[in-house]
């Protein structure tokens, strides 16, 4: 293929006629510039030769440096045994063209087209001095102004070669901007929905667990103790209010992803709170925080509020804990969350497992922080650790 091929739509059948009319556009203009130039009109010469050099131009994109030679061969033929007298590379311009026109790289087209037309020139010019009798100021005038229609010719072809090879790089540029683009887009959107999950997961994992807490204590408290009875309802009415605005946000990001986003008002100083609303008489949890709590990011607030969330919701599910500490610590440019029970642990050999966990660890790792969860070292219990770089942050 070359670039006069590429120029054209792709529908072979447009193709086809394009070449048609490139030949009889060539066959025309043969014998229209053998009229203009006084040159005979034979049916012997002049017409067989338009007729070739335009059926050759039919086979031009396969084979264009075939064209052209033949193409040459026949106006030297032609002229050499008097059957025309007049042109000598014009008539084959479009071979010519087409020839400069393919130059690529492993496939040189402009030099073999430079080359032919310039030995062309170089035995019209032989023939006209020693042959036809010609001087040299009428050969240099007739072939001169060959010479500079072949010059303009292949300058033309190549600028038109360069001009499409440009508009295919910026094609090509623009496909894979394009494409680049929708690949941002589509981990962007992944990114959301993995963050949307999370979130559901923690919100509503950690309101039925407390809900649920509470109203046991609820249940158990109503008859000997109705203050407690109420204020354990009254915590799980707030843990409901404060879920159902997490949902409320969450349904904003689905509703309108590109308006701005309230970030859910839970983050480190709101985990003394947390703590408060996980005790039960089955399960004593001790909370210490160590630095400025409220200095950190919030962002990082949030994560380290998801993870103390998610791990004594977890410990109040699973382990069957009677004891359970939370340490959250901002120091050494990072913040520290550690979060362990005394209840049943899995083998150490066992992964941790579940949505809950690699959350957690999804949630860390964004920030660019170290997370662990296992069993404890002292062969019972379980333990979380996490580790979040604060930038800036050397308190």
Do not use: K
């Not at 050969?139 to 072809?157: N, P, R």
């Not at 008002?265 to 709170?273: H, I, K, R």
């Not at 210490?288 to 977890?314: K, M």
Request: aromatic letters at 4%; glycine letters at 8%.
């Amino acid at each position: 293929m070359n670039p006069l091929a590429d120029a054209g739509p792709a529908d072979p059948r447009t193709v086809r006629l394009a070449d048609w009319l490139l030949a009889a556009a060539t066959a025309v203009a043969v014998l229209a510039g053998t009229a203009r130039l006084g040159g005979r009109l034979d049916l012997a010469g002049a017409l067989p030769l338009a007729l070739w050099l335009g059926l050759l131009l039919l086979a031009r994109r396969r084979w264009p440096l075939a064209v052209l030679l033949l193409s040459a061969q026949a106006v030297i033929v032609f002229r050499t045994s008097a059957l025309t007298d007049t042109g000598w590379l014009w008539p084959a311009s479009a071979a010519y063209a087409t020839l400069a026109a393919a130059d690529r790289p492993g496939r040189p087209g402009l030099p073999w087209a430079a080359g032919l037309g310039l030995a062309e020139l170089a035995f019209a010019a032989a023939w006209e001095t020693t042959v036809d009798g010609a001087g040299a100021r009428e050969a240099l005038g007739s072939l001169g102004t060959e010479a500079l229609w072949l010059a303009a010719l292949l300058a033309t072809a190549t600028a038109y070669r360069n001009r499409l090879r440009w508009r295919a790089e910026l094609d090509e540029r623009l496909l894979r901007t394009a494409r680049e683009r929708e690949a941002e887009t589509g981990r962007r959107i992944a990114e959301a929905r993995l963050d949307i999950a999370r979130e559901l997961h923690d919100v509503v994992g950690h309101t039925l667990t407390v809900v649920g807490l509470q109203l046991r204590v609820a249940a158990e408290a109503l008859d000997d103790s109705p203050e407690q009875a109420r204020a354990a309802v009254a915590t799980a009415q707030a843990v409901r209010t404060e879920a159902l605005r997490d949902l409320r946000s969450l349904v904003h990001v689905l509703r309108a992803p590109g308006d701005a986003v309230r970030e859910p008002a839970a983050g480190v100083p709101e985990v003394a709170a947390l703590v408060d609303r996980m005790r039960s008489p089955e399960l004593d949890i001790r909370f210490e925080a160590v630095g400025d709590l409220a200095a950190v990011p919030a962002p990082l607030s949030l994560a380290v509020h998801r993870i103390v969330q998610e791990a004594l919701t977890n410990t109040v599910r699973h382990a069957g804990a009677a004891r359970a500490e939370v340490t959250v610590r901002c120091a050494g440019g990072r913040v520290e969350v550690t979060v362990t029970d005394d209840g049943r642990s899995a083998p150490a050999t066992s992964p941790p497992t579940g949505h809950g966990v690699r959350g957690m660890g999804e949630r860390v790792r964004a920030l660019g922080g170290a997370f662990s969860a296992g069993p404890h070292d002292a062969g019972h219990g379980w333990v979380v650790r996490a580790a979040i770089p604060v930038p800036g942050f050397r308190a």
